[in-house]
């Protein structure tokens, strides 16, 4: 497929089936970037609900988790330092969504443009205030961690 785009363009005009073919595999990213960031928020959320909930007990406490699907035992000393780092990972994580996600909306944008594309929903200015228009619950976990970070 990327052979034809490359003939297309340098030959002439693309068809619109072509056109059509890959603004549909674009809106298609575009849908994968903000699944991929809603999960990686609700992640987010589970950790720092249970973060809010352990910090309170005694350190020496004995706890369960989950290892490589191994359920594993340790004390609240060592397991809370790695729910923290998880969940800082997982935002660094969120940040290069975002980032993708600002990309893809430029570069759709930018095909937009070139083939006269009508734009049929106009992409949000960054990712949080997507996520916001998406979904209360999801804006009520936005609320959530910005209370608790």
Known sequence: MARSRRNATKSGPMSEQEIDNM???MMSE??????NINEVMNQVVELTVAISALQPLDPRTSVFCMISGFLMRGHLLKILPRIRQNR???KEILVE?????????RE???FEARTSIPRLVEAPSDAVSALRGCSAV???FNLALNMVF
Do not use: P
């Open 23 to 25: 603004y549909e595999a």
């Open 30 to 35: 575009l849908n994968r970037i903000y699944s």
């Open 88 to 90: 800082e990972e997982l």
């Open 97 to 105: 969504l975002e980032a993708a996600l600002e990309d893809k909306n």
């Open 108 to 110: 759709i944008a930018e």
């Open 138 to 140: 999801l804006w009520q």
